[in-house]
C-alpha cells in the first residue's frame, strides 16, 4: 500500500519524468512490506495455500493469535481453525481432512501404530491444568484422593471435604476432550468409572465448561490454566500445591500435558512454515505466556506417551 510519502514522492517523479526512478520506488515498497512481517523466514511472504487446524480448544486461543499474526504476514495463506476436542483433531489429522491436527494427548493413546508413524509430533508448549469450582463453593484445596471421589461419584456433598453441605454437582468434558483425558489420567489413575455415575453435564468444549462451572452452584470441573478467571470461578490447590506455571515446571503440581500439533510427515510448505512459526522466538518468547501457557525451556520434567513422568 502506497503512503502519502510515497505518493508525493511518486508524483514528484512524474513530473521529473523518470520512469526508472519511479520503478525503483515499487521495489523500495516491496522491501519495506517484507521487512516488517512477522513471518518465520524470509521467504514466508511468497507462501500461498490452505490450512485447516481441528481439535483441543484448550489452546485454540493460543493458535488462533498466532494464526492471526502469521496471516498478516503470509496473505495468501488462509487458516482455519475450528474446536472439536482432542479426538477430533486427532481423526482428522489421520484421515487427511485437516493439515493440523490439535491435541492435549499423545496420538498414540488414541490411533493405531500404523497412523502414528505417518504424522509428526509437533509439541508446542506446555498446559497446566486444574480443578475448579463455582465462586460459591468454600472449598479451596482437595486432595487427590477427593477428586477421585468425586469425579466417580463416592464423594457427593461438599461437606464431605470439609466444604458447607451441599451437592456436587459434576461438569465434565465429553469423550473424546485431551482436557478430560489428562486429568482422569493424573486423578483416577486408571480407576474405572461405575456405569451409574452420572455428572450434571458433559461439555465439548473449555468455554462451555467455563459458563456452566460460573452459572450452577455447587458445580466443579476442570480446565486449562488458560481459561483461569477468578471473576468467573475458583480454582482449587491439589494436596496444597497451587495450580501454578512454576509448580508445573519444577514437577510439583501433576496435571498438564503437552499441547501438541500434529502434521502429516509430507505436510505442504504453508503448513510446515505455520509450524515454525509456533516454535519461533516471537511466539515461544512472549505469546505462549501471554495466552496462559508455559514454554517448553522451563520445564525441569518430561513425560513420554505412556504418562511417565521423569526429571529431565
Known amino acids: 500500500m502506497l503512503t502519502f510519502d510515497s505518493l508525493s514522492r511518486r508524483q514528484f517523479l512524474g513530473l521529473l519524468g523518470s520512469a526508472a526512478a519511479v520503478a525503483g520506488l515499487g521495489l ?3 522491501g519495506s512490506t517484507s521487512e516488517e512481517a512477522p513471518a518465520a523466514d524470509s521467504g ?3 507462501l500461498t495455500g490452505s490450512i485447516v ?3 483441543a ?3 485454540q486461543p493460543l493458535v488462533e493469535a498466532a494464526a492471526n499474526k502469521f496471516m498478516d504476514a503470509n496473505p495468501d495463506v488462509s487458516i482455519s481453525i475450528t474446536g472439536g476436542g482432542s479426538g477430533q483433531g486427532l481423526s482428522d489429522i489421520k484421515d487427511g481432512t485437516a493439515q ?3 491435541s492435549d494427548v499423545f496420538a498414540e493413546t488414541k490411533l493405531e501404530a500404523a497412523d502414528v508413524e505417518k504424522l509428526v509430533d509437533n509439541q508446542v508448549a506446555i498446559v497446566g491444568m486444574g480443578p475448579i ?3 460459591g463453593v468454600d472449598v479451596d484445596d482437595l486432595t487427590v484422593d477427593q477428586l477421585k471421589g468425586i469425579f466417580t461419584g463416592a464423594i457427593t456433598d461438599w461437606g464431605e471435604v470439609g466444604g458447607t453441605a451441599g451437592t456436587i454437582q459434576v461438569i465434565n468434558r465429553k469423550a473424546g476432550s485431551g482436557t478430560r483425558a489428562t486429568f482422569e489420567d493424573a486423578v483416577l489413575a486408571g480407576e474405572t468409572v461405575p456405569d451409574s455415575f452420572r455428572p450434571v453435564a458433559e461439555e465439548d468444549s473449555s468455554g ?8 450452577t452452584q455447587g458445580a466443579i470441573s476442570y480446565l486449562a490454566f488458560s481459561y483461569y478467571d477468578e471473576s468467573k470461578f475458583k480454582a482449587l490447590s491439589v494436596d496444597g500445591v497451587a495450580p501454578t506455571a512454576a509448580n508445573v515446571e519444577s514437577g510439583d503440581f501433576k496435571i498438564w500435558s503437552y499441547e501438541h500439533m500434529y502434521t502429516s510427515v509430507d505436510a505442504d510448505d504453508a503448513t510446515k512454515a505455520f509450524i515454525e512459526y509456533m516454535l519461533s522466538d516471537e511466539v515461544q518468547g512472549s505469546l505462549v505466556e501471554d495466552e496462559g501457557f508455559i514454554p517448553l525451556t522451563g520445564m525441569e520434567v518430561q513425560k513420554d506417551a505412556e504418562g511417565k ?3 529431565k
Not at 208 to 215: D, E, H, L, M
Open 28 to 30: 523500495a515498497g516491496c
Open 44 to 46: 514466508a511472504a511468497s
Open 53 to 55: 487446524c481441528s481439535g
Open 57 to 59: 480448544t484448550s489452546f
Open 100 to 102: 493440523i491436527g490439535r
Open 133 to 135: 469450582v463455582n465462586s
Open 208 to 215: 462451555t465448561v467455563v459458563a456452566k462451572v460460573s452459572q
Open 309 to 311: 513422568v521423569s526429571k
